[in-house]
Structure formats: C-alpha cells, structure tokens
Nanobody
Framework: QVDLVETGGGLVQAGASLSLSCVMS????????MGWFRQAPGKDREVVAA????????FYGGAMKGRSIISRDIGKGTVYLQMNSLTPLDTAVYYC???????????????????WGQGTRVTVSS
C-alpha cells in the first residue's frame, strides 16, 4: 500500500514563497512518475507540475509555470514543490500523486495517477 503525505501548506501573504513536501511510504519513488496538482473551490483539479519516472522530463502547468519548481530526492522518498510569487489565485488544496512509471511519458492528467495524498491547503492573502 503506497501512501503519500503532503506537508508545508499554510497561510501566506501575496508575493511570498512556499515549499511543499510529499513523502512516499510503502513504495519505491524511483518506480513512479510524480505530480503536484491543485484544486480551488468550485474548480477542477489541475496539474501544477509533473516529473517523469526517469527524472529527465518535467512538465509545468500553465497556472504556475515560471513560478514553481518540482524536484525529488529518491533516497528520501520525497517530492518537493517550490512555489514563488504567490497570489490569491494560488489559493487551493495541493495534492501529491503517483503514477506508474513509464519511461517515455510524463503524465499530466488526473486519470493517469493512481495514488493520491490527502492534500495540504495553501491560502494566499492579498
């Protein structure tokens, strides 16, 4: 049973930076592509960033492109999301997710991911 636990959310002011972490247990991070998603109230879940299982391909969704960085530490079983220049529009619950690793695919759709964390809430005040 793979479990994902996100930490690092909270309340910040506009313009601030925030770093989220996601720890995987019960599985080997090196066998999965990993993604960060977010869901704001009344909106669909959208991809923020994804990293291919091979580590050599990264995708950034439009909403935070240029303001976010995804990284991973396989030894620690942890995936990170660094977010900069936050605005109130970034207010959402942020989820970490794992997809079966396929060497030539960087999954960006929700349906590709089979394991999900419980989410961590990020609130950005103006």
């Amino acid at each position: 049973q793979v479990d994902l636990v996100e930490t690092g959310g909270g309340l910040v002011q506009a313009g601030a930076s925030l770093s989220l972490s996601c720890v995987m247990s019960g599985g080997d991070l090196s066998k999965y592509s990993m993604g960060w998603f977010r869901q704001a109230p009344g909106k669909d879940r959208e991809v923020v960033a994804a990293i291919r299982v091979t580590g050599d391909s990264i995708f950034y969704g439009g909403a935070m492109k240029g303001r976010s960085i995804i990284s991973r530490d396989i030894g620690k079983g942890t995936v990170y999301l660094q977010m900069n220049s936050l605005t109130p529009l970034d207010t959402a619950v942020y989820y970490c997710a794992a997809a079966p690793g396929i060497d030539y695919i960087t999954p960006t759709e929700v349906r590709a991911y089979i394991y999900w964390g419980q989410g961590t809430r990020v609130t950005v005040s103006s």
